[in-house]
């Protein structure tokens, strides 16, 4: 995800679509939150970007087969794939009232650093756990055995976290150096990922390569920071290193291993035992072992310049069908070479990562599980150098320093966590008006919240009126409200909505959006038909005579979150306790006002759905099929195009008129509508 969500657009219409094959999890509503390894309304305020599917309930998508071969394999050891597809949108462009105040190109939210360590502490202990948690390895391995999940291909390493860590600088507004600090600080601290503090090495370099944190021994020279390491744990450390009299801070460890030591893999059964995963790691013998799960393999001839020590790699294209050595190269300190009496006391090995293949490779490798292992003193297969092969740089002089606090140009909402996760949204607004702030501090005029759309609560008192965005879709009818007339502010927090709600985009499922001109339906895929294959008007008929088969299909989502109701008060106390107000969202008053406010009207029904009338549906359908493209086709694939069309626009009014039947409350009018233009489809699907 930090590498594709830049790819987003801007617009309010913009989606992006990840696909992917995975192996399958216990059950279908747990995709998302096993593959994110976190809660996913935390995941998405985090990232920027949220699942259609979670945010509205439905989706366009059809995975039912793939539903039915997950669950035929579930107990047998030997799941397969299955294709997963989500389209990321961002949260709040579905909602026009929250649109033009949410700026993208600026953070969105803040969040307090204490609050974000905790959150990315509890996420890297979900993402490492089960491979670096030495308690629960038993259980791990006997249910891999039984009912392998996707998260058990291990496709993530501590460069995950950083990347996290960069795509949240993009979208959140936080005192980076206190969370960073706070982070590592809870990370060295831990006692469950045994495993994991391996990797503290690796974990501090890549922050500091992205600029991000700068360990203490990072900021030193190497020989400083190996002599500041041996006279903490009380072991030598040597001045300089005969073949490398200098060092810069980072050294990039190049590793040949020749043909020969790979070997042991060509027996290996891949169906039996998977493609066994590989790290590098630096160790000296009763002092230290750091592991590097970040690293670059290639088979090929690594030609080195002793004198400048930089590289180049002539990658052989035949790989393992070829006869070349395997070169793999990682990012490392380079003052851990300087710990011990001499530079045979440091080892680079290729390590094999723990695997449910450990019973095969254990009596080849033993216990270290170590492919091949050699010092400093191999200057034909060990090489330390000043940047990656290919760059004529060291890696931290093209690297900036990234800022520490983003500057927030404006009140944004400011995310509380709860349990390690992000739960409420909280924002404070100023009336800095004079007429405005004298009304405020009138007692006699009530102020009422109400909410405004999916993304949006509107608050009111006498003639003025003011709305407040958020960037994740929320729900007012639990919202807490404190007014500090004198000051002339009020704060409002609100719990995120979840997906099976009756607020957020539950007010409107099926949300209309004006993108250049035309209407939208914001939670629906779009399909350029002129550009789908041609389809036989047999299998035409077969494939869609039932609503359920229509490329447009409604599918509940099955996970939910607890909401807040503790009520409890949020509001920062300025010292002027007897000057604000609380307002709770479950009194009679306020909740008549987010029943009567929640759509676009004074006195609107919450249920009434004005923006998913058939007509509007209808518009977003017949818009898929142009007067220009039915002209650039052939007649007879006009025909077949027009059967789709009139299909799937069936479809979508079935769907339509099922959701407003299970609405309690649903406008008269809107219903009879519905139900005639269910009516009507119906009886011409029966005609044909």
């Not at 997963?84 to 462009?93: D, E, I, K, L």
């Not at 009679?588 to 676009?600: F, I, N, P, Y």
């Amino acid at each position: 995800m930090p590498a594709t969500v830049p790819l987003l657009g801007t617009k309010s219409n913009s989606v992006l679509y990840v696909e992917t094959l995975l192996r399958s999890s216990n059950k279908t509503s747990d995709y998302l939150p096993t593959i994110l390894h976190a809660d996913v309304a935390t995941f998405c305020l985090i990232a920027g970007v949220a699942p259609t599917i979670y945010l509205t309930g439905s989706t366009s998508e059809n995975f039912g087969s793939e539903a039915v071969l997950g669950h035929s394999k579930r107990d047998t050891g030997t799941m397969g794939q299955s294709r997963f597809r989500v389209a990321w949108q961002r949260p709040w462009t579905g909602d026009p009232s929250a649109i033009a105040q949410v700026d993208i190109t600026s953070p969105t939210i803040a969040i307090d650093p204490s609050d974000m360590a905790r959150v990315f502490f509890q996420w890297y202990l979900q993402i490492f756990s089960e491979f670096e948690d030495m308690t629960n390895q038993l259980c791990v391995h006997i249910r891999r055995v039984v009912n392998p999940l996707s998260r058990d291909l291990g496709h993530y390493t501590r460069m995950t976290i950083v990347s996290l860590i960069g795509l949240a600088q993009k979208n959140i507004c936080c005192d980076w150096r206190s969370f960073t600090e706070a982070l590592v600080d809870h990370i060295q601290r831990d006692q469950t990922l045994i495993v994991g503090s391996n990797s503290m090495q690796e974990l501090c370099t890549l922050l500091h390569l992205s600029g991000i944190y700068t360990a203490s021994m990072l900021d030193k020279t190497p020989f400083a920071a190996a002599q500041g390491f041996a006279s903490a744990i009380s072991c030598p450390a040597v001045s300089s290193i005969e073949r490398y009299p200098t060092l810069p801070n980072v050294v990039a460890v190049a590793l040949v291993i020749p043909r020969g030591s790979l070997q042991i893999f060509d027996p290996v059964d891949i169906d039996r035992f998977g493609t066994p995963g590989l790290h590098m790691a630096l160790h000296c013998s009763g002092i230290f072992e750091n592991s590097f799960f970040s690293i670059h393999l290639c088979f090929g001839r690594l030609e080195v310049d002793e004198g400048q020590h930089v590289g180049v790699i002539k990658e052989d294209e035949k790989g393992w069908q070829g006869h070349s050595s395997l070169i793999a190269i990682c990012l490392a300190p380079a003052f851990q070479f300087l710990i011990g009496r001499g530079a045979d006391d440091v080892h680079v090995a290729l390590v094999l990562n723990s695997s449910a293949a450990d019973h095969h490779f254990v009596p080849i490798l033993g216990p270290s599980m170590r492919v091949y292992d050699t010092s400093i003193t191999d200057r034909q297969n060990l090489h330390l150098l000043r940047a990656l092969p290919g760059d004529a740089e060291e890696p931290v002089s093209v690297l900036q320093e990234r800022p520490q606090q983003l500057e927030c140009p404006k009140a944004i909402p400011l995310a509380l966590c709860r349990d390690q996760s992000l739960d409420r949204l909280t924002i404070r607004t100023k009336f800095t008006d004079e007429i405005e702030s004298r009304d405020l501090q009138n007692q006699e005029l009530k102020v009422k919240i109400v909410q405004q759309g999916p993304c949006a609560m509107r608050i009111t008192f006498g003639s003025h009126s003011k709305v407040l965005a958020f960037p994740f879709p929320v729900d007012g009818a639990y919202s807490k409200t404190t007014i500090a007339r004198r000051k002339s502010w009020i704060e409002v927090t609100v719990p995120l909505s979840s997906p099976t709600g009756s607020h957020g985009y539950n007010m409107r499922p099926f949300p209309m959006i004006s993108a250049e001109g035309y209407l939208n339906c914001w939670g629906l895929g779009r399909v350029n038909l002129a550009k789908q294959p041609i389809l036989p008007l047999s299998t035409a008929r077969s494939g869609l005579a039932q609503p359920s088969s229509a490329p447009v299909a409604v599918t509940e989502t099955g996970s939910a979150r607890q909401e807040d109701e503790d009520g409890e008060d949020d509001g920062d106390d300025d010292g002027d306790d007897d000057d604000e107000e609380s307002v709770d969202a479950d009194s009679s008053e306020c909740r008549q006002g987010v029943e009567a406010g929640g759509g676009t009207g004074e006195g609107q029904s919450r249920t009434s759905l004005p923006d998913v009338e058939p007509a509007l549906i209808n518009a977003y359908v017949a818009a898929q099929l142009t007067e220009q493209q039915a002209r650039s086709q052939s007649s007879r694939r006009i025909t077949q195009t027009m059967r789709l069309y009139s299909r799937t626009r069936g479809a979508a009014i079935a769907a339509l008129y099922r959701h407003l039947q299970q609405q309690r409350r649903v406008a008269p009018q809107i219903q009879r509508a519905a139900q005639q233009q269910h009516t009507r489809y119906t009886n011409a699907q029966l005609v044909e």
